[in-house]
């Protein structure tokens, strides 16, 4: 009588990420705590007082983009000083009997090589507006007129803009969290809220820091980006615990640690080109979409990237840990 006896090989993993994950851990951490560093030097900083640096559309007031128009091939070199020191000596015409604005540290970028200016100041009428634009060509020279735009939102409707945003932030959040806490058992739940907040806590300390050295500032377009990280950073993070669950079964004979390396090693090669591909249209508006988009699309790609590493680095490495508690 001859017996065969059957038995389950299990797939050799080419990359296993558990023996790097004290270094995943630790890169995770560091950027959590400079994150962390940069959003609490934006509060006590006087001249920002919050997490991060609000734009116009969270405080109100006039923004003047404007176009010179250069007879040479290059544009005569401007400092942002030399258009704050020409603004400083402007009398605004009053309004409706309001003492006009003064203009004193006004903020100014200069951007294109000379060729473009952006001017935030306080809300303006359109007649303050046009004095503002012919004080700075007599500093700058002649401008282009179809270059030149003025957005004004009064201080009201900007902390209804910032109301609107944290409540569409905490409502997608709070929906991310329940679909995840229905769909899965309370530890695959909770390690996804984990990355999650990994992945906008770091997107948010980049324009923390980004703020506090270049000035930069979050507008209701951020808001979006975080609402798009936080649903790509979860879809991501699902694809690897889907593929956990799926090989219980059939790896039952494995620790969990190499079930765990066998689940991502089968979607590494997906969840890269996953983001490479959503990435590349990302860069082209970085770099050909013009300056309304470009800090958008420069937050999308941040968070985009950090989901990825999240998903891949955090979550799997800390379900084994978790499970054995």
Not at 32 to 38: A, M, P, Q, T, V
Not at 88 to 117: I, K
Not at 143 to 168: E, F
Request: net charge neutral.
């Amino acid at each position: 009588m001859s017996s065969s006896v059957s038995t389950t090989t299990a797939p050799t993993p080419r990359f296993r990420i558990s023996r790097y994950r004290q270094l995943a851990w630790w890169v995770s951490g560091l950027a959590c705590l400079f994150s962390l560093l940069g959003l609490l030097l934006c509060l006590l900083n006087p001249a920002i007082a919050s997490p991060l640096k609000p734009g116009l559309d969270f405080t109100g007031g006039t923004q003047i983009q404007i176009e010179r128009r250069c007879p040479a091939p290059a544009c005569s070199a401007i400092t942002a000083a030399q258009v704050q020191l020409q603004l400083a000596g402007v009398t605004l015409p009053p309004q409706a009997g309001d003492a006009p604005p003064r203009l004193t540290g006004t903020a100014v970028q200069v951007l294109d090589q000379g060729r473009s200016l952006v001017i935030r100041l306080p809300a303006l009428s359109p007649t303050q507006s046009n004095a503002v634009i012919t004080a700075i060509s007599v500093a700058v020279g002649p401008l282009d007129p179809a270059g030149t735009s003025v957005n004004t939102i009064g201080p009201t409707l900007g902390a209804q803009l910032l109301q609107g945003s944290l409540i569409s932030l905490l409502v997608s959040f709070a929906a991310i969290s329940l679909y995840i806490a229905v769909r899965y058992d309370l530890l695959f739940a909770f390690l996804a809220l984990l990355c999650l907040a990994h992945d906008v806590l770091i997107t948010c300390g980049v324009f923390a820091w980004l703020g506090l050295v270049a000035g930069i500032e979050v507008d209701s377009l951020f808001a979006v980006s975080l609402i798009t990280v936080a649903g790509y950073s979860v879809t991501d993070t699902v694809v690897v615990f889907d593929r956990i669950r799926e090989q219980k079964t059939s790896l039952a004979h494995l620790p969990l640690q190499q079930q765990v390396d066998v689940a991502v090693d089968a979607t590494l090669t997906r969840s890269l080109y996953t983001s490479l591909t959503t990435l590349l249209p990302l860069l082209g508006l970085i770099f050909f979409g013009g300056s309304s988009l470009f800090w958008f699309s420069v937050a999308l790609a941040i968070g985009i990237a950090v989901g990825s590493w999240s998903s891949i680095g955090v979550a799997p490495t800390l379900l084994p840990v978790l499970s054995r508690r």
